[in-house]
């Protein structure tokens, strides 16, 4: 028992569960059920601040009296017994990640690095932007799958840092402090207090649908169905969370989901933006019956992919951390399984940790032809 108590303390950490002791947020959800919230558009809903409470903010996309579990449920996970994928854990494999950061740093365009769990690094002409930073391992019992295999300060600076949320695999103070004093962060409201230790000199919070641009490229907030918490005694929600579009300079529009469970109004994001590249997080999507309220599965993400109508496709959030029941090399597996299924595996860009996708000349119209991989 005591090992299933220090497993929950770290997965609501890091926020896949929390236990119920913030009855407000979920009276203020239950207060909107019934309401006419599912009929808005989401540029409405965002517009009316329906997602804003007195204390912070709350999920309008699930409104069930306990959105992310409780204690019991992570209890009935933990000694059910039933867990299919455990013989596969022997197969894991510690990978350190290596990067050929000079074949980054003299590509002249665009450029997709995925480097590990959900951190990516997107060279957009002449600026990076750096997404999730995570360099480190995770509090408690979480094995670490895909340690640094290269020095930090051999990396590219990022010009801006995106975070989606506030949970402990997508915040990591560590990863950021070094890049406080130049680089610029854009994060969904309420993240000022967060990073008021580290101090970032530059610091703009948006809310969904609010946007910030150098001149050169444009960076939107939008929704996503998920959640966030830094403190399991406060309670979630004191932060809000999101997606990204991104506006590139090269040309290209990028998606980035972040954390999310499926939702329909993905369908209005497609409709409302031309998108070339979505990147979807995948992992920790098993057992359904837990995970489907925070996190996509692989079938989800096709069907988010497809009302998206974007021209491609990206996963990341796996091989790090198993924050899950699948093992960390399940996700990319799955994903192909479901994408050959549905006719789509040709829009899949299989990066792998350390790999960079590095975009042609001429754009998206020779995407195929010119796009190419390079490992470390």
């Given at each position: 028992?005591?090992?299933?108590?220090?497993?929950?303390?770290?997965?609501?950490?890091?926020?896949?569960?929390?236990?119920?002791?913030?009855?407000?947020?979920?009276s203020a959800a239950s207060s909107?059920?019934?309401?006419?919230?599912?009929?808005?558009?989401?540029?409405?809903?965002?517009?009316?601040?329906?997602?804003?409470?007195?204390?912070?903010?709350?999920?309008?996309?699930?409104?069930?009296?306990?959105?992310?579990?409780?204690?019991?449920?992570?209890?009935?996970?933990?000694?059910?017994?039933?867990?299919l994928f455990r013989p596969f854990?022997?197969?894991?494999?510690?990978?350190?990640?290596?990067?050929?950061?000079?074949?980054?740093?003299?590509?002249?365009?665009?450029?997709?690095?995925?480097?590990?769990?959900?951190?990516?690094?997107?060279?957009?002409?002449?600026?990076?932007?750096?997404?999730?930073?995570?360099?480190?391992?995770?509090?408690?019992?979480?094995?670490?799958?895909?340690?640094?295999?290269?020095?930090?300060?051999?990396?590219?600076?990022?010009?801006?840092?995106?975070?989606?949320?506030?949970?402990?695999?997508?915040?990591?103070?560590?990863?950021?402090?070094?890049?406080?004093?130049?680089?610029?962060?854009?994060?969904?409201?309420?993240?000022?207090?967060?990073?008021?230790?580290?101090?970032?000199?530059?610091?703009?919070?948006?809310?969904?649908?609010?946007?910030?641009?150098?001149?050169?490229?444009?960076?939107?907030?939008?929704?996503?169905?998920?959640?966030?918490?830094?403190?399991?005694?406060?309670?979630?929600?004191?932060?809000?969370?999101?997606?990204?579009?991104?506006?590139?300079?090269?040309?290209?529009?990028?998606?980035?989901?972040?954390?999310?469970?499926?939702?329909?109004?993905?369908?209005?994001?497609?409709?409302?933006?031309?998108?070339?590249?979505?990147?979807?997080?995948?992992?920790?999507?098993?057992?359904?019956?837990?995970?489907?309220?925070?996190?996509?599965?692989?079938?989800?993400?096709?069907?988010?992919?497809?009302?998206?109508?974007?021209?491609?496709?990206?996963?990341?959030?796996?091989?790090?951390?198993?924050?899950?029941?699948?093992?960390?090399?399940?996700?990319?597996?799955?994903?192909?399984r479901e994408l050959e299924k549905?006719?789509?595996?040709?829009?899949?860009?299989?990066?792998?940790?350390?790999?960079?996708?590095?975009?042609?000349?001429?754009?998206?119209?020779?995407?195929?032809?010119?796009?190419?991989?390079?490992?470390?």
């Open positions: 028992m005591r090992s299933i108590t220090v497993y929950a303390a770290a997965l609501c950490a890091i926020g896949i569960f929390f236990p119920t002791v913030a009855g407000d947020s979920f909107l059920q019934g309401s006419p919230v599912e009929a808005l558009h989401l540029a409405d809903l965002a517009q009316a601040k329906i997602h804003h409470r007195p204390q912070g903010f709350l999920n309008p996309f699930n409104l069930s009296p306990h959105p992310h579990g409780n204690p019991w449920e992570m209890i009935k996970w933990k000694l059910g017994g039933r867990n854990y022997a197969d894991e494999k510690v990978t350190p990640v290596m990067v050929d950061w000079q074949k980054v740093k003299d590509h002249r365009g665009l450029s997709i690095t995925f480097i590990k769990h959900a951190t990516v690094l997107i060279r957009d002409m002449d600026a990076y932007l750096l997404v999730d930073p995570i360099f480190f391992g995770l509090p408690g019992p979480i094995k670490d799958h895909t340690p640094l295999g290269f020095r930090m300060e051999d990396m590219p600076r990022p010009d801006f840092i995106l975070i989606t949320h506030a949970h402990y695999d997508h915040l990591d103070k560590r990863s950021l402090q070094p890049f406080a004093p130049e680089a610029q962060f854009i994060t969904p409201l309420g993240h000022r207090a967060i990073l008021d230790d580290i101090q970032p000199v530059h610091l703009t919070e948006l809310d969904w649908f609010e946007s910030f641009s150098d001149g050169q490229r444009e960076i939107i907030l939008l929704p996503s169905n998920h959640w966030s918490m830094r403190n399991p005694f406060k309670g979630p929600n004191g932060s809000l969370w999101g997606s990204y579009l991104v506006r590139t300079a090269a040309g290209p529009t990028i998606y980035i989901a972040g954390d999310s469970a499926y939702f329909d109004q993905f369908k209005e994001i497609g409709n409302a933006f031309p998108i070339d590249l979505a990147i979807f997080n995948l992992g920790a999507y098993e057992p359904r019956w837990f995970m489907a309220r925070s996190h996509m599965n692989p079938a989800e993400v096709v069907q988010a992919f497809r009302d998206l109508h974007a021209r491609r496709l990206m996963i990341v959030h796996w091989g790090t951390f198993r924050l899950g029941e699948e093992p960390v090399h399940f996700p990319p597996q799955d994903m192909r549905a006719g789509l595996l040709d829009r899949l860009i299989p990066l792998v940790h350390g790999e960079t996708l590095l975009l042609g000349d001429h754009g998206l119209n020779a995407w195929a032809a010119e796009a190419t991989t390079v490992g470390p």
